[in-house]
C-alpha cells in the first residue's frame, strides 16, 4: 500500500508555498544541467571540401562508395557536419 502522510495545522496556503518552493528547487537544478541542443549546420559541397581538404572529386568519389551521405533540397546538395564526422568515423577500420 502507499505512503499516507497526514498534515496537521497546515494551511492550504502553507501546503502550496512548500509544493511551490520544492517544484522551484527541482527547476533550478534541473536549469543548472540543461544543455540546450545545438542547431543543426548544414555545409554545400564547397563548405564540405574545404573543412576537410579534399577535391570536389574526392567528394563526389565518398558519396558514390558511401561514405558521405548527401543531402538535397530544392536542387541543392548539403551535408550535415555532424553526420560527416559520424560517418567519417565509422568508415575507418579500428585496428
Given at each position: 500500500?502507499?505512503?499516507?502522510?497526514?498534515l496537521?495545522?497546515?494551511?492550504?496556503?502553507?501546503?502550496?508555498?512548500?509544493?511551490?518552493?520544492?517544484?522551484?528547487?527541482?527547476?533550478?537544478?534541473?536549469?543548472?544541467?540543461?544543455?540546450?541542443?545545438?542547431?543543426?549546420?548544414?555545409?554545400?559541397?564547397?563548405?564540405?571540401?574545404?573543412?576537410?581538404?579534399?577535391?570536389?572529386?574526392?567528394?563526389?568519389?565518398?558519396?558514390?562508395?558511401?561514405?558521405?551521405?548527401?543531402?538535397?533540397?530544392?536542387?541543392?546538395?548539403?551535408?550535415?557536419?555532424?553526420?560527416?564526422?559520424?560517418?567519417?568515423?565509422n568508415?575507418?577500420?579500428?585496428?
Amino acid at each position: 500500500m502507499g505512503n499516507i502522510t497526514q498534515l496537521h495545522e497546515t494551511t492550504p496556503e502553507e501546503l502550496t508555498d512548500i509544493i511551490l518552493k520544492g517544484v522551484d528547487a527541482r527547476i533550478d537544478e534541473l536549469k543548472k544541467n540543461f544543455q540546450p541542443k545545438e542547431p543543426e549546420e548544414f555545409l554545400t559541397r564547397q563548405e564540405v571540401c574545404k573543412l576537410l581538404s579534399i577535391s570536389f572529386g574526392t567528394l563526389h568519389q565518398w558519396v558514390k562508395k558511401g561514405i558521405l551521405e548527401p543531402l538535397t533540397k530544392g536542387g541543392r546538395v548539403y551535408y550535415s557536419r555532424k553526420k560527416i564526422i559520424e560517418d567519417l568515423y565509422n568508415s575507418n577500420p579500428k585496428k
